[in-house]
C-alpha cells in the first residue's frame, strides 16, 4: 500500500511538473493564433481571443527564409553533435585508462581549458586569419562548440567509475586491439553518459547564436536563433526611429524596402 501510494505522489507531482514546463509553451501557441493587435494590447492567453493565421502566412511566404534558417540550425546541431560526441568519447576514453602513461598529464591540460582560454580577438584571429572559416559553415560548428572540457571529463568519470577494469583485461586477454576494447566494451556500455552529453551538446548547438555573430557576415549562412536577432534588432530600430518621428526606410532579411512613416 504505501509502495502504490508513493507511486500515486511521485506520478501526480511529475504531472503537476510536466504541466509547469508544458505552460510557456502553450501559451506561446495560442499567440501564434492570435492576431497581432489583440496580442499587443491584451497579452498572451490560453485561448486565442481573436483567431488568425498571419504569422503562419508570413513565414510560407518568406518560407526560402525562413526554412534556409531551420535547415542551417538543424544540420549544425545534428553535425555538431555527432562531431562533438566522437570527439569527446575518443579524448576521455585514454584519459580513463589506468594504464595509459600521460593520462593525468593529458587530464590536467583538458582541466586547464576549463579555468583559462585565449578570449575572444585571439579567437577570431586563429579561425579567421589561420583557418579561415569566416563566411562558411564551419563557423557555426567548429568554434567554441565542439568539444567541452565539461563534457570531456564527464564521459571520463564514467568511464572510470562504472566500468570494470576487468573487462578491459579479459579483452586484452582475448587479444583486442585499444580500437575494439573502445568501440565494442567501453561505447556500448556507455550509452546513459553519451546520451546526457549529447543533449548538453545539441541544446548548445541549437541555441547557439555567437559563432554566426563573430565570424559570419553572410545572411545566407545564419541560422534560426540569428535570424531572430537580426529581426527583433530591426523591430527596435523601427520603433525607436517611428517613437522620434523620424522616416525611416527598413530592409528585414530577404524583403523588398519599404517605408514607414
Known sequence: ?????????S????GILTAITLFP???????????????????YT????KFSLEAYAYIFRKFSLVGRAYLVTVATTVIGTVLSLVLSASLAYPMSRSGFKYRNTLSFFVYFTMLFNGGIVPSYILWTNYINIK????????????MSAFNVLLIRNYYRNSIPEALYEAAQMDGATEFV???????PMSVPVLSTVGLFC???YWNSWTNAMYYVTDPKY???????????KNIEYLKSAIESGEEVVMTLPGQSRWPLP
Open 1 to 9: 500500500m504505501k509502495k502504490n501510494g508513493f507511486y500515486r505522489f
Open 11 to 14: 506520478l501526480i507531482y511529475l
Open 25 to 43: 509553451l502553450v501559451l506561446l501557441a495560442a499567440g501564434s493564433f492570435t492576431d497581432e493587435s489583440v496580442l499587443i494590447r491584451d497579452g
Open 202 to 204: 545539441a541544446l548548445s
Open 181 to 187: 576494447i573502445f568501440s565494442r566494451i567501453t561505447l
Open 135 to 146: 563566411n562558411t559553415y564551419a563557423a557555426l560548428v567548429v568554434p567554441h562548440l565542439l
Open 222 to 232: 545564419y541560422g534560426i536563433q540569428n535570424l531572430l536577432m537580426r529581426i527583433m
Open 46 to 49: 490560453l485561448l486565442p481571443a
